[in-house]
């Protein structure tokens, strides 16, 4: 009897460690995020105004824009992201509500997989003007998003077998 308790309590050690692990990486990813959209803001909105003081044609400001919108969206909401992972308490926490919140949370997202495939997809055939020269360059940037999607996948239900295991 003391063996199986002893067992179980490794069990669920292994399961809190699995997850702190897995949610440092993910909030040191969410770090290279903010930062990388932080550079593509600032180099937008330089554009911009660049665009702005040469009174240059519109031909490819409606680019500058959608990356400056997306960026400037995607820096709070990661910033949220970091903050509510970073104050996660893995030591007052039940281990059964624990491995159910990161279940939850690092469920694989499917819906949102399908949703960048599918603006992939309008960008290359609804924006003639972005590519006609780089059509060669969205295929790649479409299968290397869709490549990683996969992985992504695999490596997110492997977790959650993972700390499933109790």
Not at 111 to 138: C, E, H, K, Q, Y
């Given at each position: ?17 699995r ?19 932080s ?7 330089i554009?911009?105004?660049s ?43 039940p ?10 949370r690092y ?55 993972s700390?499933?295991?109790?």
């Amino acid at each position: 009897m003391i063996y199986n308790l002893n067992q179980a309590q490794e069990e669920e050690c292994m399961a809190v460690r699995r997850i702190r692990e897995q949610d440092q990486k993910q909030v040191h990813s969410f770090k290279v995020l903010v930062v990388y959209f932080s550079i593509i803001l600032l180099v937008k909105l330089i554009q911009l105004v660049s665009h702005w003081v040469n009174s240059s044609p519109i031909d490819s400001l409606w680019s500058h824009v959608a990356l400056s919108l997306l960026s400037a969206v995607a820096i709070p909401v990661l910033i949220v992201r970091i903050r509510r992972l970073s104050a996660t308490d893995y030591n007052s926490t039940p281990v059964a509500e624990l491995v159910e919140a990161a279940k939850r949370r690092y469920q694989p997202l499917v819906s949102t997989l399908l949703l960048v495939a599918g603006f992939m997809l309008l960008l290359l055939f609804f924006a003639p003007s972005l590519s006609d020269g780089n059509r060669a360059f969205i295929w790649g940037g479409f299968s290397g998003i869709m490549l990683g999607a996969v992985i992504c996948y695999v490596e997110r239900r492997r977790f959650i077998r993972s700390i499933s295991n109790q």
